[in-house]
């Protein structure tokens, strides 16, 4: 472990400005991909349900 | 030989794939997540700082792995459009469709992580290297692919036409890398060299590998989720997504 | 003989046909009826093999056309909806370009005699096609059924926009194929009016 | 001039291409001039620094013949698609890669090669020497029937939709970079006295590798275009 101290550990060297932004980015991308999948899943799910419900099928 | 073929289509229909995929994506997620962890910690607190660039370099456990997904997600992407035009099965055109998006979002991670590298080690946000130029146009050929199957609106047609256009540019992005690497040679001193990579201890290797390994398996969670969700899209009026109840 | 076993089709979601099972034997007339919509065009173009069907087979002679697309091909004229005429052509090239991408070359004074065989006036040979009404245009287009003997003919409301005349110059091409043992598949609105004995109907949509 | 067979279809095809573009020459003077007018453009954009005139000229006139190739892409099947001789194209007994490389062929001989002929003069615009102009013009010849292979692929995919002139750019304009690259380059490097052959023979292989596979990968475009 090379980090004294979490000052250091931010600070990257003096790169943080770079390291961190490249993390974050990538890290809220994938996040938010997931979450608006999730809601199209729903979404999709939903207007299914309904069209079926609306149709009479006896689920 | 017909029968086989026609046990084949039961067992790859979407009315079997949707529960399948559904069974699949909890597994993929948790590996994911665990590889993801695991390859942050030694990325960050195991991996030791690299004597020529310093701390900077924590980028490639980043960049590196998105930019392999970014190549590799477009080879399976044809792979699943050349079953596709081969068997015409419907399911392989919704898993080229369903990856389509995913491979554009690690090209564009790989190109905006590679700017913030390459601006502490090169001293500029871009390069012409035959790497980055490569992955440009690989961004370019997602989008051509994901543009023209959004433009058609009949949607055999779109899933032939994009299958082909995936099974095209898997020809060109090699040609471009090798026609950018020669062009590079000829303006050798415009640029810095940025071929030669640089000596790397085997932790680094090791929190690379691991995080390519998440990217992987979280490619696999997404692709499948969204597939999910072109299944339930598509076949709204097929009976048996009227009659079972989705989940 | 043409056989057509179990076919669907579907536009998008809307399925348009299922289950068409139809054999035609040489000699025959197949006539395609039903109001629009019901899927006439895509019968046609799934017969030619432009359209693969969803489900289903289609056989010339025993074989799936699928499998011996160059013997069918080269034994049939289709004429569509979109009659295949270029603008800028005359009737005469255009029929020669046509007959010649076919492969069926015809000299210049085959296609004159098939263009007056149908009643395209003399007048318009010089032309470009654009210039000409629609029914000449038509008439244009039909002429390719007069060069010469390609055993099957598709032919999509080929009575449309014909005058007459030339609508009955093309009943007496059409038994003249069927006697000589050619099979015409054509989708129309009305009778054809052919001896009852060589026409088979299909009606699609119910 | 009457034969059968595949030989006969693909040159008649090719002879009524050309006879349609004779009878539509506006079509091809407005291609030529977009070149012109594009290549004119540059120096005016840039200054008229003849020393930076001479070091762009490769790439603009390869820019400029790559637009304006990709300009009159856009009708090489559409009025085909139109008028229902596509469809009498995929009817007949030849191999369709055939016939679209005789369709290819046309396109190249009216868009590429007139091209390739008034690229000496745009080259003398741009106080190229001699020997530059020479291997200009010939990577021109070499690299444009590239464009009209490749470029027939993006053509058919997007046949008959809605801006798909716009998105057949997007398609095709990244599949034109090795091209443009190798083309481009060959002027620079004999310049630098490194010799254009290595591009040159490059150019070649580009479009050795298209003529057996973009006719191709066009034919399966246009059959999906057209069912």
Redesign the interface.
Known sequence: ???NSLNE?LA????GV??W???G??AL??IW??LI??R??AA??T???Q??AS?G?A? | MKTDRMNWFQWSSPQAFYPLAGKLIPWFACVSMVCLAAGLYMG???A??DFQQ???Y??IF??VP?AWMSMFLYVVMAGWAAVG?GLKARPSFMMAQAIA??GA?FT??AL??GA??G??TWGAWWVWDARLTSEL?LL??Y??VM??HA?????R?AD??SA??A???V??VP??YF??R??NT?HQGASISVTAAPKMAATMLAAMGIMALGFWM?SAA?TL??V??II??RE??ASW???E??S | MLDIHDLSCH???RKLFGQVSVSVPVGRLLSIEGSNGSGKTTLLRAICGLTPPDQGTIRWHGRSITEQRETFTSGLIYIGHRIGLKDDLTPMENIQAAMQMSGHPVTTALARAALEAIGVEPVCYRLPTRVLSEGQQRRVALARLWCSDQPLWVLDEPFTALDARSSQLLRERLQRQVERGGIVVAATHQAIGLDPSTVQQLRLGE | MMQGGLAGAVFGLIQRDLLLTWRRRADIATTLLFFVIVATLFPLGVGPEPAVLRTIAPGVLWIAALLSCFLSLGRLFATDYQDGTLEQMLLTPHPLAALVLGKIAAHWLVSGLPVVVLSPLIGLQFGLSGGAIAILTFSLLLGTPTLSLVGS?GAA??LG????NL?SA??V???F??VL??GA?AV??SE?G?GAE?HLS?LGA?VVLAIP?APW?TA??LR??V?
């Not at chain 1, 990257?12 to 790169?15: I, L």
């Not at chain 2, 433009?151 to 949607?155: G, N, Q, R, W």
């Open positions: 472990m090379q980090w550990f990257m060297g003096g790169y770079y390291v932004p490249s993390f980015v990538t991308c994938m991909e997931v999948l999730r199209r899943h999709a799910r207007a299914l349900n069209s079926v149709a099928v689920l | 960050f607190l195991v030791p700082t310093g701390d900077s924590r980028i980043v960049h998105a035009l998006p995913t979002l564009f991670l905006f992580t913030f590298w601006k502490p146009i370019f050929q989008a051509g543009l023209l433009s058609i609106d009949d949607l047609r032939r036409a082909v256009l099974l095209v540019g020809v060109n040609i471009i026609s950018v020669w062009w000829l979280y997404v989720l969204r999910r969700c339930l899209e709204r009026h997504v009227q009659i109840r989705v | 536009r998008g979601d | 692929i995919l997007t939709i809605r801006g798909g998105l997007l398609l304009l990244p599949l970079i090795p690259i190798f380059g620079a490097s630098s490194m290595g490059l580009c596979f990968a399966a475009a999906i275009a069912e």
